[in-house]
């Protein structure tokens, strides 16, 4: 089985957009939603034509888009509600240990890969609830409703060997510490609603990001990630996993 609807956030490029096309490849979902901070500029994601996927704006650092956002949302995905949340959206900024100190650049890593996180799933928790509220209460799967969080392997403290290094991981690895932080309490918190909750390192990626070096194209982390999203269950509520469903230290 698949899930009705899955909301992408951060789709316009990178790991987003892989997640939507290898979604899109799933003849049994019903609706996805992609999001971008800016729809009109966002080329690639809208070269991919589907009837099914649907694109619409979203800032996440912003409370009024997030509003607005939820309102077209709900119209989208109605009495169904949204079984699947894939927080993806995120930044990098670079900070070093040994730098001057930024208030504003650690605020503004924290503010989008770890705040605006909790904010958005928060405000969309409804639409979660209305689908996991259809589904009988043994079934615990994307299928009913799920909260799926893009980290990184960079957010594990106890995997953590290597520091900042000369490429200022410092505010990232807190960042990314802090989402896996919240998959974890969150998830304890509505396990009692049927919702599920996890998060995931996508590997090393081909992206902006990872650069070209990298060890994985997006295809390939995303075809991973999905295949591990439909294998989830209630005992990995809550917990950190890397692409291929293996767990993950935090």
């Known amino acids: 089985m698949s899930p009705y609807s899955v909301l992408v956030t951060g789709a316009n490029r990178g ?18 939603v992609a999001t971008a901070r800016d ?4 080329q690639k994601l809208k070269e991919v034509q589907d009837p099914r996927l649907h694109l619409l704006q979203l800032d996440v650092n912003c409370d009024k888009s997030i509003k607005t956002f939820y309102e077209k949302l709900s119209g989208v995905v109605g009495e169904n509600g949204l079984n699947v949340l894939i927080n993806n959206a995120g930044v990098l900024v670079n900070y070093t240990s040994e730098q001057e100190p930024s208030r504003k650049d650690l605020l503004k890593q924290i ?3 770890t705040i605006s996180v909790v904010v958005l799933t928060q405000k969309l928790l409804p639409l979660l609830d209305r689908a996991a509220s259809q589904k009988p209460p043994s ?12 980290s990184s392997g960079l957010g594990s403290i106890g995997n953590n060997t290597i520091g900042s290094t000369e490429k200022g991981f410092l505010a990232y690895r807190i960042s990314k510490a802090g989402l896996n932080q919240f998959g974890k309490t969150f998830g304890i918190d509505v396990k009692n609603k049927g919702i599920l909750v996890s998060s995931f390192c996508p590997g090393w990626v081909q992206t902006d990001m990872g650069g070209e070096q990298a060890q994985l194209t997006t295809e390939q982390s ?10 989830l269950n ?15 230290e935090f």
Do not use: M
């Open 139 to 150: 079934e615990f799967s994307i299928n009913r409703a799920a909260v799926l969080n893009i």
């Open 39 to 42: 729809i009109e500029n966002a």
């Open 222 to 231: 995303a075809e991973a990630l999905v295949s591990s999203f439909h294998r």
């Open 15 to 32: 790991i987003g957009l892989g997640l939507v096309r290898e979604l899109l490849k799933d003849s049994g979902i019903g609706v996805i």
């Open 234 to 248: 209630a005992e990995h509520t809550g917990l950190y996993f890397d692409r291929n469903l293996k767990p993950l």
């Open 111 to 113: 503010e989008t890969n």
